[in-house]
């Protein structure tokens, strides 16, 4: 995660990566680039609290597995992580409203996990009964996504497809590690 001020708005900026997740009270901006993987937006109108996560790979069927920050690579601890998180800043289920964005088919070599990633993003709020109330997914397209979670404003930019390099290395470079990682740790659930 890093922190900064963008000076042409005068606004603290979090940047998250794959992998992480942050909520706030406070009027800042959180940002992120995504490939084929998928963020979630969410936010409680009425308690003024709201959070982003970024999540690479859908399920991780070992529930065993428990390490939070290596845990939310995987969308199930991702999703259930910012959703807790809120509800511990004073968020109510019933008012969260989710916005999803990511998905997108960058390599055409590569299996098609964003549409693994997105189908696992309308399983997991429609099981929960949440609400989607705006969403920009799937295609070929990587896209930076700026979210305001006072306000539930967000930007999207469509990213050239033709010039995305960096980022399926970055994709790529993300996928070996946390395939070749296990996720344990000190902390039990139960």
Same mark, same amino acid.
């Given at each position: 995660?890093?922190?900064?001020?963008?000076?042409?708005?005068?606004?603290?900026?979090?940047?998250?990566?794959?992998?992480?997740?942050?909520?706030?009270?406070?009027?800042?901006?959180?940002?992120?680039?995504?490939?084929?993987?998928?963020?979630?937006?969410?936010?409680?109108?009425?308690?003024?609290?709201?959070?982003?996560?970024?999540?690479?790979?859908?399920?991780?069927?070992?529930?065993?597995?428990?390490?939070?920050?290596?845990?939310?690579? &995987?969308?199930?601890?991702?999703?259930?992580?910012? +959703?807790?998180? #809120?509800? @511990? *800043?004073?968020?109510?289920?019933?008012?969260? /409203?989710?916005?999803?964005?990511?998905?997108?088919?960058?390599?055409?070599?590569?299996?098609?996990?964003?549409?693994?990633?997105?189908?696992?993003?309308?399983?997991?709020?429609?099981?929960?009964?949440?609400?989607?109330?705006?969403?920009?997914?799937?295609?070929?397209?990587?896209?930076?996504?700026? &979210?305001?979670?006072?306000?539930?404003?967000?930007? +999207?930019?469509? #990213?050239? @497809? *033709?010039?995305?390099?960096?980022?399926?290395? /970055?994709?790529?470079?993300?996928?070996?590690?946390?395939?070749?990682?296990?996720?344990?740790?000190?902390?039990?659930?139960?």
């Amino acid at each position: 995660m890093q922190i900064s001020v963008d000076p042409a708005e005068g606004i603290t900026t979090i940047k998250i990566l794959p992998g992480e997740f942050y909520v706030s009270q406070k009027d800042e901006r959180i940002e992120t680039v995504l490939g084929s993987c998928i963020s979630a937006c969410v936010r409680d109108p009425i308690a003024g609290v709201g959070g982003m996560n970024h999540f690479m790979l859908p399920v991780n069927k070992n529930t065993q597995d428990s390490e939070l920050s290596d845990a939310n690579r &995987y969308g199930n601890f991702a999703m259930e992580n910012l +959703v807790n998180a #809120l509800l @511990a *800043m004073g968020a109510k289920r019933d008012r969260l /409203e989710f916005k999803l964005f990511g998905g997108g088919r960058i390599m055409s070599s590569m299996t098609n996990i964003g549409w693994y990633n997105i189908g696992f993003a309308f399983d997991y709020i429609y099981t929960e009964g949440f609400k989607i109330v705006s969403q920009d997914i799937g295609d070929i397209y990587p896209r930076k996504v700026l &979210y305001y979670p006072l306000s539930g404003r967000v930007r +999207v930019r469509r #990213l050239n @497809a *033709m010039h995305n390099e960096t980022l399926v290395e /970055e994709e790529n470079r993300y996928i070996n590690t946390i395939e070749s990682k296990p996720v344990g740790g000190d902390v039990e659930l139960f």
